[in-house]
């Protein structure tokens, strides 16, 4: 048995961040899971209806992996990845960095994981592994599925080879934090305005604001699109409340994001886009209820009253994201001053 001491699970919302939680504190970098979040501009929106897809999608994030390569570069990270086709070299990577003593973040499908509780394929799923044995791997995953949980390396190896929509080539990483890094606060300021700009500024219409102006038009369809609304719609309003993300599609993670950045940095650009987004939460709650009822129901009364909230929301994140656009880096502090 190889075992990565102190690591530790915390009770964490979405996977990626919780991985790269675990792998930063292994090197003494201690981040809210909302603050890597936000360093990381994770903050997006996609409406995706691709050939072959059975039922539309809304992301509320940028794309899996994107986050951590984010992270990485605005903190001056050394991100080392590792992919093969090799199931035999893939497991080599992991374990020789577990016996080397340091976690292991991977990317995989979730279905294949013996304790996920949704057995759902989704292949940019993402987890820390801290040890092994000669039956299991030992990770850490987010609070609803268990924090630190255990699933054999049979089903392991099955989730990294899974082939997909957003799957990986048994992709393992790990992050090292190099001296003279710098100061994860110096860096909120670009992270928000980064992520601002691309909200603001997508290459297509189904990305950003004007990607819930599309699924404000199209939601209201939604029972024209299904042949099973229990199930569909019903699914739709899982992925947007439960699906390891606390819920409103990422942007409770981004209000909590927000509000921590506004209690060091005196904005009020920062704290208007901390109010709507705030605002914006509550409703995207109040989307997903509605989906849920009208696959409940097939009361299309219910789609309707979505899509309108949706015209508000594209219009309140619009003018969250240009106040954050705005926002200018704090002046350094007065000759003489101890702040």
């Known amino acids: 048995m190889s075992t990565v001491t102190g690591v530790e699970s915390r009770g964490t919302r979405h996977c990626e961040t919780t991985a790269l939680g675990v792998l930063l504190r292994h090197e003494g970098l201690d981040l809210s899971e909302p603050v890597l979040f936000g360093l990381a501009s994770g903050l997006s929106f996609v409406y995706w209806d691709g050939k072959g897809m059975g039922f539309p999608f809304l992301g509320g994030r940028v794309k899996p992996f994107e986050l951590t390569r984010n992270l990485a570069a605005r903190l001056g990270l050394e991100l080392l990845v590792q992919e093969t086709a090799s199931p035999r070299k893939a497991w080599q990577n992991v374990a020789a960095a577990i016996d080397a003593g340091r976690p292991v973040g991977l990317q995989l499908d979730s279905h294949h994981l013996e304790y996920f509780t949704s057995k759902v394929h989704f292949g940019g799923h993402v987890v820390a592994v801290y040890g092994y044995d000669d039956q299991d791997a030992y990770l ?20 990294r080879a899974e ?158 994201m240009r106040a954050l656009s705005r926002l200018e880096a704090p002046g350094p502090a007065p000759a003489g001053s101890t702040a």
Not at 140 to 159: E, K, R, Y
Not at 211 to 219: F, K, N, S, T
């Open 140 to 159: 850490v995953d987010t609070g609803p599925q268990g924090g630190a949980v255990s699933t054999s390396l049979a089903s392991l190896a099955l989730a």
């Open 163 to 320: 082939r997909g929509p957003m799957t990986a080539r048994n992709r393992s990483f790990t992050l090292t934090v190099p001296g003279g890094a710098p100061a994860p606060q110096d860096r909120i300021v670009p992270a928000i305005r980064s992520c601002a700009e691309s909200f603001l500024n997508p290459p297509i219409a189904n990305l950003g604001y004007r990607g819930i102006e599309r699924a404000a038009a199209l939601v209201p369809r939604w029972l024209q699109r299904t042949d099973d609304p229990q199930v569909d719609l019903a699914q739709a309003a899982v992925l947007m409340e439960r699906a390891g993300t606390g819920g409103a599609l990422f942007r409770n993670l981004y209000r909590d994001f927000l509000g921590e950045c506004a209690a060091s940095i005196d904005s009020g650009d920062l704290r208007t886009g901390h109010r709507l987004y705030t605002e914006a939460a509550a409703l995207w709650t109040e989307v997903a209820a509605l989906i849920a009822a009208a696959g409940e129901s097939a009361d299309a009364a219910h789609l309707t009253q979505a899509g309108a909230i949706l015209h508000d929301l594209a219009r309140l994140e619009r003018d969250a």
